[in-house]
């Protein structure tokens, strides 16, 4: 960042998600003048129809340990995060600490689940393994294919609707001023809006998930849409009630997550490379039906709310892109499957920036300068 960026200068945000209110609302709170530029903040995009998971341990694989450590810090982060953030909105930002469960079905489930909790105690970050019956024990609604598991208690949730709306709160009490016209793209003291129009701003900040690579030269080519399609299911009178925890699954090789909510629960999701194809298919919806079925048959009894599509920010190497892209135009997109989680140490990283500061050193792993050879 250039040395004169000071507090009081003019900050763009564009993108009203998860990220784009959190850089906006720290940012605002800390003296800069923000102007968050979003034809629907806090409604749009990947984190409206998120389930909310904050688990950087069981979304952990082989091979992708610098996702695990940004995301372990990020997590560290969380609590202090919605306090702040509830002080300031007035407003619960939902965040559940109730843990989280990773069960299996079959055999090859199990002994992928294996696999996880070596790597995991390789890591120094052992978690316990269960039985499906200490698992039952545990979460009643959990069915009898259930065979086994991990209780991975450290990994959270968040209601991601509770909380945007609380950050939308926030950044209204701290005076951010709201742009609702749409973007075309960004560069170095301008963000061009597709009215031809333009906001003038000392620094950019491109926090619009999927839809960045699109916004500024230097990002073409690093950010795709992964598509995702996410289900949400209420609790009628007379069912089961949603567990209490976290539950992911292994189905037959297929994942499935259970984000409890206070009605019911999130079921996600499907994964696929299609573009922003934005139809919830016929396929992914009884896919993830059937397999969440197979965790907790009391499902059957719930009301289907809601089918969605999302788009995730996709990477290269599944990390994201925080960091100067050009003179004064910042990003903090590719946060993939953890927007929500990354959320509070990509704000502070962004802050940092802004004020000339050091980012926190887990967020370097970010530093969009490592994969200038791909945008090449
Ligand atoms: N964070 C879970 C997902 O992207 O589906």
């Known amino acids: 960042m250039s040395s004169d960026v000071v507090v009081g200068s003019r900050v763009a945000v ?7 209110l959190s850089a906006a ?3 605002a709170s800390s003296g800069f003048a923000v102007t968050l530029v979003d034809p629907c903040p806090a409604r749009g995009g990947a984190s409206w129809v998120a389930g909310g998971m904050l688990a950087p341990v069981t979304e952990a694989w082989p091979g992708e340990e610098a996702v695990l450590a940004l995301g372990s810090d990020s997590l560290a982060r969380w609590p202090d995060f919605a306090a702040r953030l509830r002080a300031d909105s007035g407003a619960d930002p939902g965040l559940d600490e109730a843990g989280t469960l990773v069960v299996a079905v079959d055999g090859a489930d199990a002994e992928v689940l294996r696999v996880l909790a070596d790597h995991l105690a390789g890591l120094g970050r052992a978690v316990r393994s269960l039985t499906g019956r200490e698992l039952r024990r545990l979460e009643p609604g959990l069915g009898p294919s259930v065979r086994c598991g991990l209780d991975v208690p450290g990994d959270l949730a968040v209601d991601n609707r509770a909380l945007l709306t609380a950050l939308l709160a926030a950044c209204e009490r701290r005076g951010v001023r709201f742009d609702r016209r749409r973007v075309a ?5 301008r963000v061009h ?7 003038d701003t000392d620094v950019v900040v491109v926090c619009a998930g999927a839809w960045s690579g699109s916004l500024h030269p230097a990002l073409a080519g690093l950010i795709r849409p992964v598509k995702g399609e996410i289900l949400r299911l209420r609790a009628r009178r007379g069912a089961l009630p949603p567990p209490s925890r976290t539950v992911r699954a292994l189905v037959e090789g297929r994942p499935a997550y259970l984000v409890p909510r206070r009605d019911g ?13 934005a139809d919830v298919t ?14 907790m048959p009391g499902l059957a009894e719930y009301a289907l709310d809601e089918a969605v599509t999302g788009f995730r920010a996709g990477s290269p190497d599944n990390l994201p892109l925080i960091g100067e892209v050009a003179p ?8 993939h499957r953890n927007g929500l989680l990354l959320a509070p140490v990509t704000a502070e990283a962004v802050l940092a920036m ?12 970010a530093d969009p300068a490592r994969l200038a050879a791909v945008s090449r």
């Not at 564009?14 to 784009?20: I, S």
């Not at 809006?193 to 906001?199: H, K, Q």
């Open 14 to 20: 564009v993108g009203g998600g998860v990220v784009g």
């Open 193 to 199: 809006l597709d009215d031809g129009s333009t906001v």
């Open 328 to 335: 004064g135009v910042l990003v903090a997109a590719g946060h």
């Open 185 to 189: 793209s960004v560069d170095t003291g």
């Open 354 to 365: 802004l004020r000339g500061d050091v980012p926190p050193e887990s967020a370097r792993v």
């Open 282 to 295: 016929v396929g992914g919806v009884r896919d993830l039906l059937r397999d969440a079925e197979r965790v």
């Open 25 to 27: 609302w720290l940012a």
């Open 265 to 277: 629960l999130v079921l996600g999701a499907t994964q696929y490379e299609a573009g922003f194809d």
